[in-house]
């Protein structure tokens, strides 16, 4: 039983045949021409988390590939969560009743836990500020198909780098490429924590800190841009302070790079200007299209299809 609990979990080689596998999902659906492989599966998705493109997306991806879906958003109040049932016994339960099952939830090390006591394969939709794994590999996808390779890459992340799950679950993917060089831009009180930049300097990969996105931009070949995780605030002050300190800005476009390209998992709230998406390097919104043939791909994987 194949649980995706973490973006570590996976060798070169899984990485390189869901992406290929994904590639195939991309034509089949253009062409409107998908096998129904998962005919007679049902697929369960719990979200104790908000989402619109993982979740429906996951969902598109499984009616696209002929599954039946069974979901629960706002599980926190609309499952039995709100009764006070632990999340092992809602794990066996699901179990019960689907093939697999997709869930996001506010704490780190949740999905875990259900995979502990599960029948049924678990896919972490995004769990606390831990793992997104699904998002790391569309990520990729999305790089391989705009750039054309994985490898000798200038990536910046910008924003809020101290709990971004996407960006957790796509660095161990990139790591598995060579000759790429990371930028890590954020307010200090948003930076990544120093054992996670400890790790890169054991490991000999190459990255550097900047205060700001001016310093960054002509150098690099993505750029990656975060939302301020509002939810994973305490203090709604501490939040305001940091949310609007760094803009990516239709003026920063001039400085980039010609084949450059801007990424973001999305939702964007403020952190990159409206006219920015105008630009042809302004990926996002394909992006989350590949979403969907990737998740399709994923799910391939789970079933060993
Ligand atoms: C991301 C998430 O939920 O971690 N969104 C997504 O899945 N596309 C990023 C975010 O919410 O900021």
Do not use: W
């Not at 910046?156 to 971004?164: I, K, P, R, V």
């Amino acid at each position: 039983m194949k649980h995706i609990l973490s973006a570590s979990q996976f060798t070169k080689e899984d990485l390189e045949n869901i992406l290929s596998r994904a590639e195939e999902m991309e034509e089949q659906c253009k062409s409107g021409k998908v096998k129904k492989l998962l005919i007679d599966k049902i697929v369960a998705c719990m979200f104790f988390e908000p989402s619109t493109r993982t979740r429906l997306s996951f969902e598109t991806a499984a009616i696209r590939l002929g599954a039946q879906v069974i979901s629960a958003e706002n599980a926190m109040e609309n499952s039995s969560a709100y009764k006070g049932e632990s999340i092992e016994d809602t794990s066996k339960i699901l179990s019960c009743y689907a093939d697999v099952v997709v869930v996001r939830h506010p704490k780190a090390q949740v999905v875990d836990q259900m995979a502990k006591v599960a029948f049924v394969p678990m896919i972490n939709a995004g769990d606390g500020a831990n793992q997104h794994p699904s998002q790391g590999l569309l990520d990729l996808y999305t790089i391989k198909k705009e750039h054309g390779r994985l490898n000798n890459l200038q990536i910046a992340f910008g924003g809020d780098l101290l709990n971004s799950r996407t960006l957790r679950s796509m660095m161990p993917l990139l790591r598995l490429y060579e000759g790429n060089t990371f930028y890590f831009v954020s307010p200090k009180e948003l930076s990544l924590p120093v054992e996670y930049l400890n790790e890169l300097t054991s490991a000999g990969i190459p990255f550097k800190e900047a205060q700001s996105l001016e310093e960054i931009l002509p150098l690099v070949d993505v750029l990656y841009m975060t939302r301020v995780q509002k939810e994973r605030f305490a203090d709604g002050n501490e939040y305001d302070k940091v949310k609007d300190l760094f803009i990516l800005k239709h003026d920063h476009m001039k400085t980039l790079k010609k084949e450059a390209i801007i990424m973001h998992p999305l939702p964007k709230i403020n952190e990159i200007e409206a006219e920015v998406d105008n630009d042809p390097r302004a990926a996002y919104f394909r992006q989350a299209q590949n979403g969907l043939y990737v998740r399709m791909a994923l799910f391939l994987y789970v079933f060993g299809l």
